[in-house]
Nanobody
């Protein structure tokens, strides 16, 4: 059973930073892609960032230049460094992992950016 556990969310002022973590059961390289999505109140869940098993990264246009996704040396966790946060970044952030035809989700972590 795949488990993804997010942490690191919280309340921050606009312009501040947060670092989200996603701990996976097993190596993150076992997944084709592992990424972050977010869902704001009343809105659909949207893509934020992703990293492939080969290490290449992809970002939504709205976060390019502000967010950085990385993987740790043990490869059991991935991170989302979020800088220059804006109130519109407020959402529940979910970790997502894909392996073949299967997709797995974490429980989410709340990020609130005050103006």
């Amino acid at each position: 059973q795949v488990q993804l556990v997010e942490s690191g969310g919280g309340l921050v002022q606009a312009g501040g930073s947060l670092r989200l973590s996603c701990a996976a059961s097993g190596s993150t390289r076992s997944f084709n892609v592992i990424g972050w999505y977010r869902q704001a109140p009343g809105k659909q869940r949207e893509f934020v960032a992703a990293i492939s098993s080969g290490g290449s990264t992809d970002y939504a246009n709205s976060v390019k230049g502000r967010f950085t996704m990385s993987r740790d040396n043990t490869e059991n966790s991935v991170y989302l460094q979020m800088d220059s946060l804006k109130p519109e970044d407020t959402a529940v952030y979910y970790c997502n992992a894909k392996r073949g035809i299967y997709a797995y989700w974490g429980q989410g972590t709340q990020v609130t950016v005050s103006s």
